[in-house]
């Protein structure tokens, strides 16, 4: 398995998906990873898996 690591700007361009969105899925528990006094970073398969498990759908934007 493959696993493409990106930071915050990484992840909304990759889903492209708005800076308010990304915040939304993050308050509504989007997993991301974070060592101590760093920056979250995240793991595309994983926000994937958890965005179609949370029932948002991809047409041209993640949305529910």
């Known amino acids: 398995m493959n696993q493409?690591?990106?930071n915050g700007k990484e992840l909304r361009e990759?889903?492209?998906?708005?800076?308010t969105a990304?915040?939304?899925?993050?308050?509504?528990?989007?997993?991301?990873h974070q060592f101590p006094s760093s920056?979250?970073?995240y793991?595309?398969?994983?926000?994937?898996t958890w965005l179609s498990k949370s029932g948002y759908h991809q047409e041209t934007t993640w949305n529910k």
């Not at 990304?22 to 991301?32: D, L």
């Open 39 to 41: 920056r979250a970073y």
């Open 4 to 6: 493409l690591i990106l």
């Open 22 to 32: 990304f915040y939304k899925f993050r308050r509504a528990g989007m997993p991301y």
């Open 43 to 48: 793991i595309l398969d994983e926000v994937e």
């Open 14 to 19: 990759a889903l492209n998906i708005s800076t």
